[in-house]
């Protein structure tokens, strides 16, 4: 998939996997968000509130990097070996939200991290080279592992959790 990526293909991913969550979502009846057990104790909502944070990170650290910024990825002390005790700090920072404000967030942060994708010059997204801080990466990973590889992720769950019911 790397070799083939482009603009064009990054943006079509994010908005295909995104309908794609969007159409699991559809099929969850409303009462039905706030039940635990989608993954261990948490609710569709909580999935959502973890989605849309992730998205806003990811949005921030893309406008960080369009001023020339090297951003800062992870909070003072933490390194990527601690991502899941930085998610369950965010779940619980955020579990006592109500529906309507987690569905809110989560529809108004989509538009936000595709927009500042749009903007992205394209050899800036795909040259592993561009940016010192990203050691060979491409920068199209940070947005593809906040956006369509984490909407599957999260899409198989809703999905596993929702057969289930």
């Known amino acids: 998939m790397e070799e083939q990526m482009t603009k064009v293909n990054l943006l079509e991913s994010i908005e295909t996997h995104r309908q794609e969550l969007e159409g699991t979502l559809a099929e969850i009846p409303v009462d ?7 993954i261990g104790e948490w609710t569709v909502k909580d999935v959502l509130a973890h989605l849309t944070i992730w998205e806003r990170r990811m949005t921030r650290w ?28 965010t ?10 404000d987690v569905l809110a967030d989560f529809q108004a942060s989509y538009p936000q991290a595709l927009q ?42 809703l999905r596993t959790w929702l057969a289930s019911l």
Not at 32 to 38: D, E, I, K, L
Not at 62 to 83: I, K, N, S, V, Y
Not at 138 to 151: C, D, G, K, R, S
Request: charged residues 30%; proline residues 7%; negative net charge.
């Open 62 to 89: 893309l406008r960080e990097t369009a001023q020339d910024q090297e951003p800062r990825m992870l909070p003072t002390g933490m390194t990527w070996d601690d991502l899941d005790l930085w998610n369950e700090q």
């Open 32 to 38: 039905q968000m706030t039940s635990p057990g989608v």
């Open 91 to 100: 779940y619980l920072e955020n579990r006592d939200r109500s529906l309507d």
């Open 116 to 157: 500042i994708v749009t903007t992205f010059p394209e050899k800036d997204l795909l040259d592993p080279d561009r940016y010192v801080w990203r050691a060979g990466r491409p920068l199209w990973h940070i947005v593809a592992a906040n956006t369509f590889w984490h909407y599957d992720e999260h899409n198989q769950s």
